[in-house]
């Protein structure tokens, strides 16, 4: 990566994890104090969820973290693994799930380090099981698509894109018994989704994880990456979907309601390390709430 952002980001990758965290509490901070529109989302979004500033603020911080971690995540060499950052809670939930053959979806909101959770599944379970297939959505600048397409090719882990093509990607996969990652709490294009409700609001959300355990049969598990203080790793949790039997549903807003309803369960379990100031209650083009 000869670019200056891929050089400047090969650079941070050599920090240590601990100091990629101090700078991005500032980077963090930096962004809430000089973004009026992501500072009111933020605190609009949080608010909704019915949390106080002693709260939500913490998350400010965590969402500085989450960029700088990035450089360690994508640009250290491949052969480095990430394997020592991490413990796990859930472990022998993943190996039942995926000893009965029918593949399995994880399904990981915006909340700790999201890209650490399948780097780490593509080490711990790639060789013997087969690849991650993570659902992605292509870089919306030009010059960053490289760089994000790059960084995230490596071994026990592939890419589908955010198409029908790469839905077919997804299916092949969990019909061979290997494991998806999807962010289900991410806004998905027009005619993708239904609304339903999240913290209590209308939220345009992706009928895809409902639908790909209609199709295979795949079994679902959430899944999270805690962040751990003084650059001390991650701790992937997995745990099985609460309400599996919701997601066979028919009736398209109800399985996304029950996908809504456990990922605002793991939310809440620590909400100082969820991405208030993703934009979730946007509406896609042509999109009011209601019009399904």
Not at 141 to 147: D, F, G, I, S, V
Not at 201 to 212: F, G, I
Not at 219 to 225: D, E, I, K, M, N
């Amino acid at each position: 990566m000869s670019t200056a952002p891929g050089s400047a980001l090969r650079w941070l990758a050599r920090w240590p994890l601990a100091w990629l965290h101090r700078l991005g509490d500032a980077v963090g901070w930096l962004a809430f104090a000089l973004s009026p529109t992501y500072r009111e989302r933020f605190v609009s979004n949080a608010r909704q969820a019915g949390l106080g500033p002693d709260e939500y603020k913490p998350a400010v911080a965590q969402a500085g973290r989450l960029v700088m971690e990035l450089a360690l995540l994508w640009m250290r060499p491949v052969d480095e693994s990430i394997l020592p950052l991490v413990r796990w809670t859930g472990e022998q939930v993943i190996l039942d799930a995926l000893a009965l053959g029918r593949g399995v979806v994880f399904l990981t909101p915006h909340i700790g380090c999201f890209e650490v959770t399948a780097q780490a599944y593509a080490e711990r379970f790639g060789a013997e099981y087969g690849p991650i297939t993570v659902l992605f959505r292509p870089a919306r600048k030009p010059w960053l698509r490289p760089l994000v397409s790059d960084a995230r090719v490596r071994p026990g882990l592939a890419t589908a894109p955010a198409t029908l093509a790469g839905v077919r990607q997804m299916i092949r996969a969990l019909r061979r018994g290997e494991a998806v990652g999807l962010l289900p709490d991410q806004v998905p294009p027009d005619g993708l989704g239904v609304w339903a409700p999240f913290f209590g609001k209308p939220a345009y959300t992706m009928t895809l994880a409902a639908r790909l355990i209609q199709q295979t049969g795949a079994v679902p598990l959430v899944a999270w990456g805690e962040r751990l203080d003084n650059g001390a790793g991650y701790i992937v949790h997995v745990a099985p979907f609460a309400q599996p039997a919701a997601l066979a549903s028919p009736i398209p807003s109800e399985s996304a309601a029950a996908v809504n309803a456990a990922m605002e369960a793991l939310i809440r379990e620590c909400p100082q390390q969820y991405m208030w100031g993703y934009h979730r209650y946007k509406a896609p083009a042509r999109r009011a709430p209601g019009a399904d």
